[in-house]
């Protein structure tokens, strides 16, 4: 089940006071065409491990490769989508994907950036809202945007913080859906953090069970990489069947047990 | 919205009956008051004797000021012909204004250039933010007149020194002001320019402009404001042309009535200045 190892993580950790670094010695793979989600608690970290993926914060010590190459600094190969979507307010949906199209591709003319933000806009199911100003949009369209821009730049790893927490439950199953279809179709790797249980069954190929860091009796315990888990459920699971596959609640028992039990108290 | 329109119809009612109010006041308080009912009350002797003590007791007392009326037939006479050219003492208040607007987009442009890159260079800067903090600090709340005496000695052009008044004024508020606006430009945004590798000229133009216009717009406008009220004060200092001028040459003709119509003018431009500048706010703000 898993490929060639695309990006490689090695004993990453980061300090803010000293001492008592947030996390250390994470080191995880993921293969190409991978889906992998992170989860756990708030302030364990997974943001900052995301940041330094991204290359937007830096790592106190440890190294993460991508292809066989040390990531520093940020990178047109690898795309975000933010929590807070992050849509330039003062560009239109149209614009705002055509800004990163051109920041992509600088020599493509006019008629070729047109065609391209329209072919991903379409592929968010966006195309009769395209010439609209974010703040015309509901909170999942501006997310689905987010999603677009990332996608449109035809990044190696895509990089998902939490882009579905500020979204209501409905809103947030129909963009999980658009998003499975899309990274099944194009075979996207993708790196997600999510609090939610299920959205990482349905999503992800392989989860990364984090545990925050804590006082033990032993002294300061930073956090890390509790666990991994494979999913074990088929590749062709969909959010309406989920819970009715066999292995689903086994599954998803582990994961809460998890995070109620030794996330915090690891 | 028809509420809205009623408050709006409402206001411009109270407004014209504020403004009749005011007409009303002025015009009875510079009536002229009559003499002629102490006069009559005097005996023909008493009358002669006020004569001789160099008063007169049948004559109209009048206050000097203009009426309302005469103040209107100035402004009629005044805008039939602004543009005409009679010496240097005499020009038509087109010609004046013009003037003035002319120093002040000059100076007003000048400080465009040099406070909006360098405010640019202290919002993004931390460095150069404490470094300018001290100059910035000290050199703000000087008035702007005060630097007339040496940019006169220094630059040695009455105009150009007025120039330089507008100038030194209108810079720090957009200088402060695009510091701020530059420094509170959104860290998403930035990380988003950031991922996309976006070259610092396109960073510069694209993201952080748009995302700090507004507050930078607010800044022009006030500095603006400022611009203009100050070109009236340099303008009586410096001679020549300007409506400043034209107010100051007024008064020493002790015609009132030019006077008053000036100060008007001054009052209606700078409004028309300050809601132009309000237009380009509004185009330039988003909504998140």
């Given at each position: 089940m898993r490929m060639s190892t695309f990006l490689r993580v090695e004993r990453l950790s980061r300090v803010y006071v000293p001492g008592k670094p947030v996390f250390d010695e994470v080191s995880f793979d993921i293969g190409r065409g991978e889906f992998v989600c992170i989860i756990g608690h708030s302030g364990c970290g997974k943001t900052t491990v995301l940041n330094i993926l991204a290359g937007l914060d830096a790592a106190s010590s440890g190294y993460v490769f991508m292809d066989n190459r040390e990531v520093s600094g940020p990178s047109l190969d690898r795309g975000v989508v933010f929590q807070s979507h992050a849509l330039m307010p003062w560009f239109s949906v149209r614009k705002n994907i055509a800004?990163?199209?051109?920041?992509?591709?600088?020599?493509?003319g006019r008629e070729e950036v047109r065609q391209h933000v329209e072919r991903f806009v379409a592929m968010v199911g966006l195309s009769h809202a395209i010439d609209r100003m974010p703040a015309e949009l509901s909170g999942g369209m501006k997310q689905r945007v987010g999603i677009a821009r990332a996608f449109a730049i035809q990044p190696r790893l895509l990089l998902l913080d939490e882009p579905f927490g500020a979204l209501d439950a409905l809103t947030r199953g129909t963009i999980q859906d658009e998003l499975m279809t899309i990274v099944r179709e194009t075979g996207q790797t993708v790196f997600m953090i999510t609090h939610d249980v299920d959205e990482a069954i349905l999503l992800a190929d392989r989860i990364l069970l984090m545990s925050n860091g804590n006082e033990t009796a032993a002294g300061y315990r930073a956090g890390r990489i509790a666990e991994v888990v494979d999913n074990p459920l088929p590749?062709?699971?969909?959010?309406?069947?989920?819970?009715?596959?066999?292995?689903?609640?086994?599954?998803?028992?582990?994961?809460?047990?998890?995070?109620?039990?030794?996330?915090?108290?690891? | 919205m028809t509420a809205i329109r009623g408050l709006a119809?409402?206001?411009?009612?109270?407004?014209?009956?504020?403004?009749?109010?005011?007409?009303?006041?002025?015009?009875?308080?510079?009536?002229?008051?009559?003499?002629?009912?102490?006069?009559?009350a005097l005996t023909p002797e008493q009358i002669e004797y006020a004569r001789m003590m160099g008063k007169d007791p049948g004559a109209q007392k009048a206050s000097g000021f203009p009426t309302p009326g005469q103040v209107a037939a100035t402004i009629v006479g005044h805008l039939a012909d602004p543009f005409y050219d009679k010496g240097p003492n005499d020009k038509g208040i087109g010609i004046q204004l013009g003037h003035s607007l002319a120093r002040v987009g000059?100076?007003?442009a000048l400080a465009c250039l040099v406070a909006i890159p360098l405010g640019f260079l202290i919002g993004m800067s931390p460095l150069m933010r404490r470094a300018l903090d001290p100059f910035i600090q000290v050199l703000?709340?000087?008035s702007p007149l005060a630097w007339m005496p040496l940019a006169l000695y220094t630059i040695k052009d009455s105009s150009a020194s007025g120039i330089f008044v507008i100038f030194i004024c209108?810079?720090?508020?957009?200088?402060?002001?695009?510091?701020?606006?530059?420094?509170?430009?959104?860290?998403?945004?930035?990380?988003?320019?950031?991922?996309?590798?976006?070259?610092?000229?396109?960073?510069?133009?694209?993201?952080?402009?748009?995302?700090?216009a507004p507050t930078i717009l607010t800044g022009m406008r006030i500095s603006m404001g400022i611009a203009w009220l100050v070109i009236v004060a340099a303008e009586m200092l410096v001679g020549g042309t300007g409506i400043g001028y034209f107010v100051w040459n007024e008064w020493n003709n002790l015609s009132l009535t030019n006077v008053i119509f000036a100060v008007l003018l001054i009052g209606v431009v700078g409004m028309l200045l300050d809601m132009a500048f309000g237009r380009l706010q509004r185009a330039v703000t988003y909504v998140e």
């Open positions: 800004f990163a199209v051109r920041s992509r591709w600088p020599e493509w590749g062709t699971r969909t959010r309406a069947t989920l819970h009715h596959l066999e292995g689903y609640y086994p599954f998803r028992n582990r994961i809460v047990d998890f995070l109620v039990a030794r996330a915090r108290a690891a | 119809l409402k206001a411009a009612l109270v407004s014209v009956l504020l403004f009749a109010l005011f007409l009303g006041a002025w015009q009875v308080a510079t009536t002229p008051v009559g003499g002629s009912a102490v006069g009559a000059l100076g007003f703000k709340p000087i209108s810079v720090w508020p957009m200088l402060v002001n695009t510091a701020f606006g530059v420094a509170s430009v959104k860290r998403e945004w930035l990380n988003v320019a950031r991922t996309l590798e976006v070259s610092a000229m396109r960073k510069a133009f694209l993201v952080i402009l748009p995302a700090a």
